[in-house]
Each structure stands twice: as C-alpha cells, then as structure tokens.
C-alpha cells in the first residue's frame, strides 16, 4: 500500500456505534413480533439508505422520513415524536469499544480525517469521545449532500489539497463508501468488518476486523501496555 497523505473515516456505523436496530426494538418491540421487527429493522436501514440519494436535507429529516415509510410498508402507526427522540439521542451514541485506542495509534504518524452523514450540530459530541485530533471533520450539512453521492469526497480532496491515490479511506460500509471511493478514485481502501454488511470482493479493498486492525495493516507499533 501506498503510504497515505490522509486517513479518511466513515464515523458513524464504523467509529461510532449507531443504535438503529436498539431504537427499533425499545419503540416497536410492543406491536410486532420477532421476525416482523427483524424486516421493521432491515426496511428501516433500506429507506435511510435511500433518503441520502436525494438533495440534502437535515438528517432529522431522513429518520423522520424513513421511519414513516418504514412504518407504512409494515402497517403500523407512525408517531413523529419516535423519529424525533432517535435524532435527539445521536450526541449520545459511543466510539466503537477498539476505536479511541486504534485511532491514537494512526494519530501518532498520520492526519485524521471524518468524512461523516452527520449534521454539525451533532458530530463533535460524538468525535470529542476519542481523545484524538483529527486534522478535519467534514459533515454532509457543510458539503450538502449525503454518502454515497461522490460530492463529500470531492470537496474532501479539495480540502485537504489532494488527489485520490494520497488517501486511505476506512469504512465498515460498502453501500455508503466504498463503492463511492472506488469511483471517486481512491485506490487504498479499507473495510472495517462490523458484521453489519457482506463484503462486496470485486470492490478492491482491505479487510479488518477493527480500527487497530488498520493501524498493524499499515505497520504502526503497538500501543503501550497500560
């Protein structure tokens, strides 16, 4: 691998963990069975999905918009104050248990960069949660437009005063990154593997189980023992 002028991160779903499918159970685990939530909870990750493909909007629109349809397909009542209290909750979600260590590894010898679905108002309560510096932060509300549209990593390279190739981009998500940075021309690519999506192996990429993972692919010491 080329060594990388930047690291680039998905942070919510690969740094962060997003609660999606506890906030599906704790509102609607009362109405439907067990496998009925399971497709409430897949549906529920497929309209998110597909109300980033538009032109922007906040982020409290997409939930908003995505539990009503997702309610509709699955014949139940859509009350807005459930979207409201899964958008208000987003400063609360926690780094994914192996990310603070593995990122303060990559810090020593890299920038870090986010390149998040976040709205501004939000993002910095959960990033502040890793003890790192990270060079940016770059959030769909200040590029308006979502993941996976090419537009935030464009103005990404912009940014930083890069050309693709200087990048590593690591995300746990193909749907949302990794196919984009591949058409976006990023070559070193990195999935970080949360159990949360299948691999798509004709996308050339790396493969990690976590984020300290990224850290021994490029070859970084260990952390010291505490």
Request: aromatic share 12%; hydrophobic share 40%; charged share 25%.
């Amino acid at each position: 691998m080329r060594r990388p002028k930047f690291i680039s991160f998905d942070c919510q779903g690969t740094l962060i963990h997003n609660p999606y499918v506890e906030w599906s159970k704790k509102l609607y685990a009362d109405r439907l069975s067990p496998d009925a939530l399971d497709t409430f909870t897949r549906h529920f990750k497929s309209y998110r999905f597909d109300e980033t493909m538009g032109p922007w909007k906040p982020f409290r629109d997409v939930i908003a918009n995505a539990l009503e349809r997702t309610c509709r397909r699955n014949g139940i009542d859509y009350d807005p104050a459930f979207a409201q209290q899964i958008y208000d909750d987003i400063p609360n979600w926690k780094p994914h248990p192996d990310a603070p260590a593995g990122l303060a590894r990559l810090a020593r010898e890299f920038p870090l960069v986010g390149l998040t679905n976040s709205m501004d108002s939000q993002i910095m309560s959960n990033m502040n949660q890793f003890g790192v510096p990270f060079h940016a932060i770059i959030t769909a509300e200040q590029v308006q437009s979502y993941k996976p549209r090419m537009k935030g990593f464009d103005d990404m390279f912009d940014q930083l005063g890069v050309v693709p190739e200087d990048m590593l981009h690591v995300s746990s998500s193909f749907r949302y990154d990794l196919l984009t940075a591949t058409d976006a021309g990023i070559t070193n690519k990195c999935w970080v593997n949360r159990n949360h999506e299948p691999v798509i192996p004709y996308v050339e990429h790396y493969e990690v189980a976590d984020i300290g993972g990224v850290a021994d692919l490029l070859g970084l010491p260990a952390a010291a023992a505490a």
